[in-house]
């Protein structure tokens, strides 16, 4: 029996075993395995890890791939051994054990990085992993059981992309749902960039100033969190907040594992992959997700760290582990089109499409699809074999 295995349980990695399944169950192929090797049977929904409520937002899979035919081990990946074709992994019950595989997918995502600054790793939050993204909630729950101060109603958000900006426009309801709509709540965004929002484009850049103002957040710009404290931070600049809330949303990169191969890698840890996501300098290794530095089109555009190119990554690289194997053709991922729909808070959203972020929708309208997207189109299809099968078919456009 020959052996597909991929490592992560994220967007990248189930799309990936449901393609894969898909293309054997087309060639009615038997004698392939395919293992899905996670930490967890469920599909975390990152994306929504700014809202509250995030101990809700997974997808469980053990019926999904039991429906397909996906094994699922609990393990979390330590060491991919190239020449002999086989993972190292700590299993469930902390001991270590190994895998072999004829054909890898690596879709074991990102993280948030955080640098040397000093008392950042003791005090400030994140919105990252659910875990992390809980602990922040539940300190959220706690501030009403501490005296009124200013730094008790203050959150400071470090880093003013994506990330930032959605965690910052969202914090203002959360704030007032814990403390009360009499409080005076301040909601600051500290980036380094000298206009607000200047690294999301001049088309989208005037909505995030509006729902800015309106919802009452600040920007401090064109300095940086150099200390973070159990009352506040430190500036560059030398000034000083007083803030109980602190929450880092700077800097992702790709798996540590993508370290482990002899292989050409991005600034962000993330694999050059080929145009049918075949790890560069690896005959039996492909990667999908935030771990793949994978163009999308011929005019120098690469996939983003985010969902809408993991889902279509992970059906391309797990079609293609199965052609690989099967003697067929493989199917070139592309993914030509490129959309933006950033949730702002109370004031909306905004939705641009293409790489230079042409605004379509804005506010109401905007919105109602950042919900679509959030609660339906990003979750896992329902755990019916036909349909999860159809599903992951890398002709079907993400965006």
């Known amino acids: 029996m020959k052996q597909i ?17 898909r293309l054997l169950d087309m060639h009615d192929c038997n004698d392939v395995a395919i293992t899905v090797l996670a930490p967890q049977a469920e599909l975390r929904i990152r994306p929504r890890f700014y809202e509250a409520d995030v101990h809700k937002m997974f ?31 700590m299993d469930s019950a902390n001991q270590k054990a190994t895998l072999t595989y004829d054909r890898l997918v ?4 990102s993280q948030l990085m955080r640098p040397n600054v000093e008392g950042l790793s003791r005090y400030a939050f994140d919105v990252d992993q659910i875990e992390s993204a809980s602990f922040l909630e539940n300190h959220l729950k706690a501030l009403k059981d501490q005296p009124y101060s200013v730094a008790r109603n203050t959150v400071v958000v470090a880093g003013g992309g994506f990330t930032g900006i959605e965690t910052a426009t969202e914090m203002p309801a959360r704030l007032r749902s814990v403390l009360g709509y009499d409080h005076d709540i301040r909601v600051i965004v500290v980036d380094r960039a000298p206009q607000i929002a200047a690294s999301q484009g001049a088309g989208i850049q005037p909505s995030i100033i509006d729902a800015s103002e309106h919802l009452g957040i600040e920007w401090v710009l064109d300095t940086s969190v150099t200390s973070v404290d159990a009352g506040g931070v430190m500036l560059a600049d ?6 109980s809330t602190v929450i880092w949303t700077v800097g992702f990169r790709a798996s540590a594992l993508t370290e482990q191969l002899t292989s050409v890698r991005d600034a962000q840890g993330r694999l050059h992959v080929d145009n049918n996501l075949k790890v560069f ?11 793949a530095y994978a163009a999308t089109d011929d005019l120098g555009n690469f996939a983003a760290m985010s969902c809408q190119h ?26 030509p089109k490129y959309v933006t729909c950033l949730d702002l808070g109370a004031w ?3 939705f641009t499409e293409g790489w230079d972020r042409q605004l379509k ?13 959030n609660t339906v189109w990003i979750y896992p299809p329902v755990a019916d074999r036909a349909k999860a099968l159809a599903a992951a078919d890398p002709a079907i456009p993400v965006a």
């Open 281 to 291: 300098g690896q005959d039996f290794i492909y990667a999908a997700g935030d771990v």
């Open 348 to 350: 909306g959203a905004v």
């Open 59 to 89: 997808a469980p899979l053990d019926e999904l791939f039991e429906a397909v035919g996906v094994r699922f081990v609990k393990g979390t990946a330590m060491a991919i051994d190239e020449q002999g074709k086989a993972v190292t992994y």
């Open 361 to 373: 929708l804005v506010k109401q309208e905007a919105k109602e699809l950042k919900t679509q997207i």
């Open 238 to 243: 030398g000034s000083r907040i007083e803030a």
């Open 310 to 335: 993991a889902i279509a990554l992970g059906r391309h690289a797990g079609n293609n582990v199965a052609a690989d194997l099967l003697g067929i053709a493989p199917t070139p991922y592309r993914q």
């Open 106 to 109: 690596l879709a074991a995502g």
């Open 5 to 21: 295995l991929i490592i992560g349980a994220g967007f990248g990695g189930v799309w990936s075993a449901l393609s894969a399944a």
